[in-house]
């Protein structure tokens, strides 16, 4: 029988909260819980991996119509994510669903919402979902959300509370990385040594790797930064932050132009609805109209 304090699930959780994806899956898969409440969580991180490997397609099929709430949660965001031209569609749904009453023990439907609410950028309907659960994962994405904001001062106030509850837990760690990152200067150094430790712990993934190269972007060291990027290509050559940093690292070390252009093509081709992509295209957009509109 298991024992009470052991987390049957700690090594799949990490995983995935650091971007592990298919150690996450293949310790998901080898894993049998004691409980049928454990193997639900199981199979909830399985499908959340896929969903971080962009394989869309299979989880949709994979989750049938009479699986837990949580799972045909995460069946909404994989239709949300694999089609843009759905997404009022999937909006819509989601809202109905929120509108009743709520299971708050339903963790996956309050990521899935706030996560769909932030590609939207409706960040208060984000925060507002967020809000009403104290499970450590809503409260560290409710950090993320506020420095998506652009709002450091309620990020800060956010992650004391996850120092509070847990202030070992990875996900308040990668939390006080991330903060530390929006407030820059000193604590570019601060951060760096976090997601070292997180990699000295665990392993180096795309997510950690990306982590470390925004901290030495901010700090000018192009070397330092160009060799983790590198390394997160090699473990993911489709990661769409590594072909960002990528193009920010291209444009200060005064690399030939056909560099950076060469990953934006790539992000075009593999992450049409990125928001970074979809901002360069409004900009063009933009900048065409008044091209004419100066020409006439």
């Not at 030939?256 to 979809?278: G, I, N």
Request: aromatic letters at 6%.
């Amino acid at each position: 029988m298991a024992t009470p304090d052991i987390d049957e699930l700690f090594e799949v959780k990490n995983s995935f909260y650091i971007g592990n994806f298919q150690h996450c899956i293949n310790e998901a898969q080898k894993l049998q819980p004691s409980t049928p409440e454990l193997r639900l969580e199981r199979d909830v991180f399985l499908y959340r991996s896929l969903i971080g490997q962009r394989k869309y397609g299979v989880v949709q099929s994979e989750i049938k119509p009479s699986a837990p709430a949580p799972l045909q949660a995460l069946k909404l965001l994989a239709r949300y994510l694999q089609s843009p031209e759905n997404r009022s569609t999937v909006v819509s749904e989601l809202e109905s669903q929120l509108s009743g009453n709520v299971d708050l023990t339903n963790t996956a439907l309050l990521i899935v919402a706030a996560t769909i609410y932030c590609h939207e950028e409706n960040y208060e309907g984000a925060l507002r979902v967020l809000n009403q659960s104290d499970a450590l994962e809503c409260r560290a994405l409710m950090v993320q959300t506020y420095l998506k904001m652009e709002r450091p001062d309620a990020a800060r106030k956010e992650l004391k509370t996850l120092q509070e509850k847990d202030d070992d837990a990875t996900l308040t760690q990668m939390a006080q990385a991330w903060t530390h990152i929006a407030t820059g200067g000193e604590k570019l150094q601060d951060a760096y040594y976090i997601f070292q430790e997180l990699m000295d712990k665990n392993s180096s993934t795309p997510v950690l790797l990306n982590g470390q190269a925004v901290c030495f972007l901010g700090q000018a060291k192009h070397e330092e930064a160009e060799g983790a990027l590198q390394e997160a290509l090699d473990k993911d050559p489709n990661n769409p932050d590594t072909l960002i940093n990528l193009m920010v690292l291209a444009h200060h070390t005064d690399k030939p132009q056909e560099v950076a252009s060469r990953y934006l093509a790539q992000l075009r081709d593999d992450h049409k609805t990125h928001k970074f992509v979809e901002d360069i295209k409004m900009k063009e957009e933009e900048f065409n109209r008044l091209v004419k509109q100066y020409a006439s």
